[in-house]
T-cell receptor, first 111, second 116 residues
Framework: QKEVEQDPGPLSVPEGAIVSLNCTYS??????FMWYRQYSRKGPELLMYTYSSGNKEDGRFTAQVDKSSKYISLFIRDSQPSDSATYLCAMSAGSNYQLIWGAGTKLIIKP | EAGVAQSPRYKIIEKRQSVAFWCNPI?????LYWYQQILGQGPKLLIQ????????DSQLPKDRFSAERLKGVDSTLKIQPAKLEDSAVYLCASSLVGDYGTDTQYFGPGTRLTVL
């Protein structure tokens, strides 16, 4: 079993829909949770960062962490075609512990 | 602010040949990472440098892979000899201080390697 599980998709939704992307993990020591967005032929870029449990909102994006369920989510409101990309979750147990990555979910927003 | 630069962008070689990738991190970033991203998978850390010293190379296949970061700035990653399973995108990233919890890693566009 992988430490971080992420549905590879693709997930195809119409423009304007609310998108929910998720990751589950097995290591209860993870404290830092990130979402990266990766466009085709580009490197990943940090989208959202959350420490421990709770919600964090930034514009159309909301990140949620439920440590009791070992489950993290990224919500995208009013999705746009420009949101079409692969979304990778990554997490770390602490400052000196490398990031553990999900495989990424490919998201397609249809105009 | 200029981003992380990598070259070449694409490389096709035959198995058993050697190949080298180059990375120039964001100015002032002390930490440099090399990742391997196989199609359909998340990035896998190969090596982490702090200035010009190696912090973590536990997942680097040292029988064929080598990396150096001279003068604490640019870095090169070499594969010799290449195997078919080395086909992947090699990503370079940099960050200010190397704290996995709070430091943002900035990625370059990657080098797509195909081994035939």
């Amino acid at each position: 079993q992988k430490e971080v599980e992420q549905d590879p998709g693709p997930l195809s939704v119409p423009e304007g829909a609310i998108v929910s992307l998720n990751c589950t993990y097995s290591n209860s020591a993870f404290q830092y949770f990130m979402w990266y967005r990766q466009y085709s032929r580009k490197g990943p870029e940090l989208l959202m960062y959350t420490y421990s449990s709770g919600n964090k909102e930034d514009g159309r994006f909301t990140a949620q962490v439920d440590k009791s369920s070992k489950y993290i989510s990224l919500f995208i409101r009013d999705s746009q075609p420009s949101d079409s990309a692969t979304y990778l979750c990554a997490m770390s147990a602490g400052s000196n512990y490398q990031l553990i990555w999900g495989a990424g979910t490919k998201l397609i927003i249809k105009p | 602010e200029a981003g992380v630069a990598q070259s070449p962008r694409y490389k096709i070689i035959e198995k058993r040949q050697s190949v080298a990738f180059w990375c120039n991190p964001i100015s002032g970033h002390a930490t440099l990472y090399w990742y391997q991203q196989i199609l359909g998978q998340g990035p896998k850390l190969l090596i982490q440098f702090q200035n010009n010293g190696v912090v973590d190379d536990s997942q680097l296949p040292k029988d064929r892979f080598s990396a150096e970061r001279l003068k604490g700035v640019d870095s090169t990653l070499k594969i010799q000899p290449a195997k078919l399973e080395d086909s992947a995108v090699y990503l370079c990233a940099s960050s200010l201080v190397g704290d996995y919890g709070t430091d943002t890693q900035y990625f370059g566009p990657g080098t797509r390697l195909t081994v035939l």
